[in-house]
C-alpha cells in the first residue's frame, strides 16, 4: 500500500495516522468516493 500523502494545507498531524486503528477512524470522516483514491 503506498503512504497517504496529506494534500497542503491540511493539519499535519494527519501524517501520523499509519496504525490499522488510525486508518479505521480516518476512514469514517472520508466519503467512500474518496476512500478509493486513497487507497489506489
Not at 20 to 39: F, K, S, T, V
Request: hydrophobic letters at 35%.
Amino acid at each position: 500500500m503506498t503512504a497517504w500523502q496529506p494534500e497542503p494545507g491540511l493539519d499535519s498531524d494527519l501524517r501520523e495516522f499509519s496504525c490499522n486503528a488510525c486508518w479505521h477512524r480516518w476512514y469514517q470522516l472520508i466519503p467512500l468516493e474518496e476512500q478509493g483514491d486513497y487507497m489506489a
